[in-house]
């Protein structure tokens, strides 16, 4: 059996790898959208 | 998964993949292509990223229709056997979560959309996602037996704004491929709706077949796919696509009215006897991605 306070800390875990991974990818994402839209001259 | 020492599911902070199953993927993914076979035949490519990051855009909405439409339905996919299982119903996520999991999925989606492409582009996915959760889930699903007719037009979006996030205009193509996904999705819907009308009867969802009886839908079914033939067929005589384009449009829209017949002539009122709707049914998620890979298809040689 697995404990209810151990079992919150390991989904908050989990949701903060998520968030992470999430944000890097938008930094990403912004980087190549600004590139992009600097040689449109949009 | 280990057991779990507690009595309220809720008090957990939801797992990640409640929240993914919250945006319906399996949805999305005929969505995203529609999406993505609107900008494939604008005449005009954006840049890579900004295309890729317009059909994020465009999954995102889609996902945070999802939510938010299992947020305010909660309470009646509980009483569904197709939808218990669902994050709300099943009580593994508390409301709150899913609301406002959807308000910002919706609000980034779009702005992300204006940023990226063009606020046209933008304008028209806000105005999606507002009517597939204001106007279908809210006002008419609840309301009328009409509401898959009106709220199919929620769904018929996306190609719509993969052309317009290309090419920051609408012109007639994008508008005749919204108006043939807005007149499939009746048959599509009422085909399911045929077999699981027993779980929107005890939902109390107005669907046609528990409004207006199982042979009234049955005729709706085919008279709704007659147009739809005809809007699927229209870009090749209108000279917005070639042959192979019409050609196939042509088969494929055959093979559905075909299908459809056998849904009017088919008499069985129990769900587990219903072939042909079932037939039908699997057959319209078929046709609709066949339909838009020829359309693309058939821009790509013609250029």
């Not at chain 2, 993949?17 to 969505?31: E, G, H, I, N, Q």
């Not at chain 2, 840049?47 to 994020?56: E, Q, S, V």
């Not at chain 2, 309301?143 to 929620?154: E, F, K």
């Not at chain 2, 384009?245 to 009215?257: E, R």
């Amino acid at each position: 059996m697995v404990k209810q306070e151990d079992e919150i800390v390991r989904r908050q875990r989990e949701r903060s790898k998520i968030l992470a991974l999430l944000l890097g990818a938008f930094v990403v994402l912004m980087f190549f959208i600004t590139i992009a839209k600097a040689s449109l001259n949009w | 998964m280990p057991a779990i020492e507690m009595t309220d599911a809720a008090a957990l902070p939801a797992d990640w993949r409640d929240f993914l199953a919250l945006t319906k993927p399996r949805v999305m993914s005929l969505v995203v292509f529609s999406a993505l076979a609107g900008m494939l035949v604008a005449p005009q490519l954006p840049p890579f990223a900004l295309g890729f990051t317009a059909i994020l855009c465009v999954a995102l909405g889609a996902g945070a229709c999802g939510a938010l439409n299992q947020w305010y339905e909660a309470e009646i996919d509980a009483k569904m056997r197709r939808t218990a299982t669902r994050p709300l119903p099943a009580g593994r996520m508390d409301r709150q979560s899913a609301l406002h999991f959807g308000v910002g999925l919706g609000s980034f989606s779009v702005i992300l959309m204006g940023v990226a492409t063009n606020w046209l582009a933008a304008v028209l996915l806000a105005a999606s996602i507002l009517f597939y959760v204001l106007i279908y889930t809210v006002w008419l699903k609840p309301r009328t037996a009409q509401n898959i007719v009106i709220g199919g037009a929620a769904g018929a979006f996306p190609p719509l704004i993969g052309w317009v996030a290309a090419t920051g205009r609408i012109e007639l193509l994008p508008a005749l491929l919204f108006a043939i996904i807005f007149l499939w999705t009746p048959p599509h819907f009422w085909a399911l709706s045929l077999f699981v009308r027993s779980d929107y009867a005890a939902a109390g969802i107005p669907m046609l077949p528990v409004v207006a009886g199982i042979e009234s839908t049955r005729k709706q079914i085919f008279l709704y796919s007659l147009p739809m033939a005809a809007a699927a067929i229209a870009p090749w005589p209108l000279g917005l696509a070639g042959a192979v384009y019409g050609a196939s449009a042509a088969i494929l829209s055959f093979v559905f009215v075909v299908l459809a017949g056998r849904v009017l002539a088919s008499r069985s009122s129990d769900p587990s006897q219903m072939g042909a709707e079932k037939h039908l049914f699997a057959y319209s998620v078929f046709y609709l991605f066949a339909l838009f890979t020829v359309l693309v298809v058939d821009r790509w040689i013609t250029w």
